[in-house]
């Protein structure tokens, strides 16, 4: 079945260490990309967006993420974490067929050790 | 503005029993989502509204699910005969016209227990 993975369930990094979290996907033809951050106690909230161009994308809050087509991956960066970074971030893929649904990966929770 | 309401935010109910959860979007977005998030999980897509119809309830498990707009603002989901398997949490959203290139804006989410 098609699918969107994000493969790190659990990270817990010290504040000013780099970040990366994964997030593969298994749809062929052109996708949209979206990661997505939920905080503690708040709503899911959109991080960042890939629709075309320039495959390194810049999102809120200084992250930034890859769209790698040859590896079906678009991972989500930062170079020094804080500890409000801590939350749970989403990975989300809408597929080829649609032009509005999401397809969600299982989530990455992030703790930063202050 | 008012972000996306959602009510209640925790309902505990019999194995069997009917339940209704509602959502508030936006004020003056067209497009309204269901989600639903197993523990571990990340959301699943369950039905889109676009205005009073909804546009694709090919997310809905099985026809005790059923959602409305009727007047294409509040939503409400209706699940009858709950299972436990059920339990989840039930996520709304909504978006300025719809289309994946519009933001979702997520509401706070219906925590569903079934006993």
């Known amino acids: 079945a098609q699918s969107v993975s994000q493969h790190n369930h659990h990270v817990i990094l010290s504040e000013a260490a780099s970040l990366e979290l994964g997030c593969n996907y298994s749809?062929?033809?052109?996708?949209?990309l979206f990661w997505y951050v939920q905080y503690p106690g708040q709503h899911l909230q959109l991080l960042l967006k890939?629709?075309?161009?320039d495959p390194l994308v810049k999102g809120i809050k200084g992250f930034e993420a890859e769209f790698i087509k040859s590896k079906f991956s678009f991972n989500l960066r930062k170079p020094s974490v804080q500890w409000s970074d801590t939350a749970e971030y989403f990975c989300?893929?809408?597929?080829?067929?649609?032009?509005?649904?999401?397809?969600w990966g299982a989530g990455t929770k992030l703790i930063i050790k202050p | 503005g008012a972000g996306v309401s959602q009510t209640p935010s925790n309902k505990v109910t019999e194995k069997g029993k009917y339940v209704e959860l509602r959502c508030d979007p936006i004020?003056?977005?067209?497009?309204l989502y269901w989600y639903r998030q197993s523990l571990g999980q990340g959301p699943e897509f369950l039905i889109y509204f676009q205005g009073t119809g909804a546009a694709d309830d090919s997310g809905l498990p099985n026809d005790r699910f059923f959602a409305v707009r009727p007047e294409g603002s509040v939503s409400t989901l209706k699940i009858q005969r709950t299972e436990r398997g059920d339990s989840a949490v039930y996520l709304c959203?909504?978006?300025?016209?719809?289309?994946?290139?519009?933001?979702?804006?997520f509401g706070p989410g219906t925590r569903l227990t079934v006993l």
């Open positions: 004020s003056g977005h067209t497009a």
């Open positions: 959203a909504s978006s300025a016209y719809g289309g994946v290139v519009d933001t979702q804006y």
């Open positions: 890939y629709f075309s161009g």
């Open positions: 989300a893929v809408n597929p080829p067929d649609s032009n509005y649904q999401l397809i």
């Open positions: 749809y062929g033809g052109t996708v949209n």
